[in-house]
């Protein structure tokens, strides 16, 4: 089992620019999680799918912001256009049922200069 | 906001010793996590509590639930430098299936 697999692992890019943050959650898992991780507000939710379907995404900070499902095992996080404050670590989490155990990627550590 | 918070913010000690770490949250919960970060690696899962459980135990691991204070703690003990690492206490409130995560301890561990 190759866990959750996120890409890019660091994406440094311009303000202005799009950003798309790349997400493989592991088999069979029905659930997907988004988070944002960044010194000052510690590990922010911003989206959670179950089966493929948003079922919350209150915490997607602002419409510059959006996520997909197309299918199980591929989800993205798009920022369009990107910003300074946008910098931070990009974690994406999945689990299987009723969730009550999160598996983690390794993050996209994003940069917008 | 639904995050918890943890208390303290850091702590260092002895390889040997005992580490604890605490959490508090807002909302009433279905259970309260307990996950482990490494510097630049994800979130590893440790152990799970549920609202209506006073305390577990995982090997080194010790973790206290009080519903009526919100507060969980977690008890590590015989402290080894590898459990140096960033300690997230997640809860899910019994609102929905999200997770929302404390501000975390570091720990630190001197061999």
């Known amino acids: 089992d190759a866990g959750v697999i996120q890409s890019p692992r660091h994406e440094v890019t311009e303000m202005g620019q799009e950003v798309t943050l790349r997400c493989k959650p592991i088999s069979g898992h029905n659930s997907l999680f988004w988070y944002r991780q960044t010194m000052m507000r510690g590990l922010e939710l911003l989206i959670y799918f179950n089966n493929n379907v948003p079922i919350d995404d209150s915490g997607m900070p602002e419409d510059r912001f959006s996520a997909k499902m197309p299918n199980a095992s591929f989800s993205t996080l798009k920022i369009q256009p990107s910003e300074p404050r946008d910098s931070a670590v990009y974690f994406c989490?999945?689990?299987?049922?009723?969730?009550?155990?999160?598996?983690f990627g390794s993050g996209t550590q994003l940069s917008v200069l | 906001s639904q995050q918890g918070e943890e208390d303290p913010q850091a702590l260092s000690i002895q390889e040997g010793e005992n580490a604890t770490m605490n959490c508090s949250y807002k909302t009433s919960i279905n259970n309260l996590q307990w996950y482990r970060q490494n510097s630049g690696r994800g979130l590893v899962h440790l152990i799970l509590i549920r609202s209506n459980e006073r305390e577990k135990h995982s090997g080194r691991l010790r973790v206290t639930l009080d519903t009526s204070k919100k507060s969980s703690s977690l008890l590590i003990t015989a402290s080894r430098a590898a459990d140096t690492a960033s300690y997230f206490c997640a809860t899910e409130p019994n609102t929905g299936n999200q997770f929302y995560f404390g501000t975390g301890t570091s720990l630190t561990v001197i061999p």
């Open positions: 989490a999945s689990s299987f049922g009723r969730p009550e155990k999160l598996f």
